[in-house]
Nanobody, 121 residues
Framework: QVQLVESGGGLVQPGGSLRLSCAAS????????MAWYRQAPGKERELVAI???????HYADSVKGRFTISRDNAKNTVYLQLSILRPEDTAVYYC???????????????WGQGTQVTVSS
């Protein structure tokens, strides 16, 4: 049906930057909201940022002014630019999206497999 594949994680020093990408593929009619979540060891998964199809964005307070979410609707891809990274940003980052499928017009929500971001000196 549909899948999300993240890339761009890695090890970065405090104060550094990374850019995450998440590409959607499959039998897609449209993609509505796209979002990034993260889950640190021993903690619950939390919303980092969300972007609507029209481009409206919302951020968690902890990342406002440091992270930027964007999307390329022609490429079915969402991005997360992480800047001024802190050790507490260390987590597995997951992409999430709301899809409408071609032909059936079924609506469903899918997660990516996650990409590790580690902030450490």
């Amino acid at each position: 049906q549909v899948q999300l594949v993240e890339s761009g994680g890695g090890l970065v020093q405090p104060g550094g930057s990374l850019r995450l990408s998440c590409a959607a593929s499959g039998s897609i009619f449209s993609i509505n909201n796209m979002a990034w979540y993260r889950q640190a060891p021993g903690k619950e998964r939390e919303l980092v940022a969300i972007i609507t199809k029209a481009g409206t964005t919302h951020y968690a307070d902890s990342v406002k002014g440091r992270f930027t979410i964007s999307r390329d609707n022609a490429k079915n891809t969402v991005y997360l630019q992480l800047s001024i990274l802190r050790p507490e940003d260390t987590a597995v980052y997951y992409c999430n999206a709301d899809f409408t499928l071609r032909v059936t017009m079924e609506e469903l929500n899918r997660w990516g497999q996650g990409t590790q971001v580690t902030v450490s000196s």
